[in-house]
């Protein structure tokens, strides 16, 4: 999964990037309000978390201009001890949770846990299951029943990314960005590769259906199998 984190606080940025590492999150960051929303607004993410206070745009206009794009990213807000208004305000605008600093590690990552289960993104026992498909994060593979697909590791991260977004169109720049990173010289052509690859796999086990491509938009998962 991938999160971004946005936060002018260098150590505390340095140290949430960590914590969320060491859960295999792939993270991003950004230390401004707008650097933060450029990112965001991208939607590629499974999880923000979003400091109010920040240099230019702040955490609150973030979540609004989010929500005015129909951009549902789960967001949970790190406020200071004394804004309730601010908490309000943010819940207000769309955000999912909150946290006070200072703040425990272990709380961060139960708010996360709780925020993305509520999200339907992850169950209880923190797997991702879409219709048949059961993707097993501490495996990096995925099952149809006992059968696994035996992914590769762009294959896998490209099967996440459709089945937290499922009932999704996503485009090839957001794939790309999502599974290359905005800094690769990748072109976009390698997304139709590797979604192909996928698909060979999918039907191996008979569930390619759930794959689907929307001419001149990109791709979508299905939650369920489509009978032709």
């Keep these: 999964m991938r999160v971004l984190v946005v936060e002018d606080e260098p150590s505390l940025q340095k140290v949430i990037q960590d914590v969320f590492e060491s859960e295999s999150f792939q993270t991003d960051c950004a230390a401004t309000g707008d650097d933060g929303y450029f990112l965001a607004e991208q939607a590629i993410y499974d999880l923000i978390v979003l400091d109010i206070m920040?240099?230019?745009?702040?955490?609150?206009?973030?979540?609004?201009?989010?929500?005015?794009?129909?951009?549902?990213?789960?967001?949970?807000?790190?406020?200071?001890?004394?804004?309730?208004?601010d908490r309000v305000a943010g819940l207000d605008a769309g955000a999912d949770d909150y946290l006070v600093k200072p703040f425990a590690v272990s709380e961060l990552l139960a708010r996360t846990r709780a925020v993305l289960r509520r999200q339907g993104t992850i169950h209880a026992d923190g797997l991702l299951v879409?219709?048949?498909?059961?993707?097993?994060?501490?495996?990096?593979?995925?099952?149809?029943?006992?059968?696994?697909?035996?992914?590769?590791?762009?294959?896998?991260?490209?099967?996440?990314?459709?089945?937290?977004?499922?009932?999704?169109?996503?485009?090839?720049?957001?794939?790309?960005?999502?599974?290359?990173?905005?800094?690769?010289?990748?072109?976009?052509?390698?997304?139709?590769?590797?979604?192909?690859?996928?698909?060979?796999?999918?039907?191996?086990?008979?569930?390619?259906?759930?794959?689907?491509?929307?001419?001149?938009?990109?791709?979508?998962?299905?939650?369920?199998?489509?009978?032709?």
């Design 54 to 85: 920040l240099p230019g745009m702040s955490g609150i206009d973030i979540v609004k201009k989010l929500r005015e794009r129909s951009i549902m990213t789960p967001i949970i807000l790190l406020t200071a001890k004394d804004s309730l208004e």
């Design 130 to 228: 879409c219709g048949p498909i059961r993707l097993v994060p501490a495996l990096r593979d995925a099952f149809t029943g006992e059968q696994a697909l035996k992914l590769t590791t762009k294959e896998y991260d490209l099967l996440e990314f459709f089945m937290c977004n499922k009932e999704q169109i996503l485009t090839r720049e957001q794939i790309l960005h999502r599974i290359w990173g905005f800094d690769s010289d990748t072109a976009s052509s390698a997304v139709d590769v590797y979604v192909h690859l996928l698909r060979k796999k999918l039907a191996a086990c008979g569930v390619e259906s759930l794959l689907q491509t929307i001419r001149g938009a990109g791709y979508m998962f299905k939650g369920e199998q489509h009978v032709p």
